[in-house]
Nanobody, 116 residues
């Protein structure tokens, strides 16, 4: 099975940018649909963006559309989430999830804090 590890989180000022990485080991990500999710304190986990394994189609939540970009580099077995124009409402733990053949695999999450 695949193991996913997120990185790239941290503290950033409003209007700033971060790039999150979701690195895979154990299996190639080529055949996995990958999604980024986030969970803020006291809130349910929500989907942010996803990219499929076939045509690399992408989908974004309305709250991040135009600001976040998901991409994948199969050669590096990594999926990225470029986050621009961050605001305090983006503060959350961000998780990546890989889906293959009806099975879901989650990473441990990385904290993103947007604050001045």
């Amino acid at each position: 099975q695949v193991q996913l590890v997120e990185s790239g989180g941290g503290l950033v000022q409003p209007g700033g940018s971060l790039r999150l990485s979701c690195a895979a080991s154990g299996r190639t990500l080529d055949y996995y649909h990958i999604g980024w999710f986030r969970q803020a304190p006291g809130k349910e986990r929500e989907g942010v963006a996803c990219i499929d394994s076939i045509a690399y189609g992408t989908f974004y939540a309305d709250s991040v559309k135009g600001r976040f970009t998901i991409s994948r580099d199969n050669a590096k077995n990594t999926v990225y989430l470029q986050m621009n124009s961050l605001n305090p409402e983006d503060t959350a733990v961000y998780y990546c999830k890989g889906t293959y053949s009806r099975f879901d695999y989650w990473g441990q999450g990385t904290q993103v804090t947007v604050s001045s």
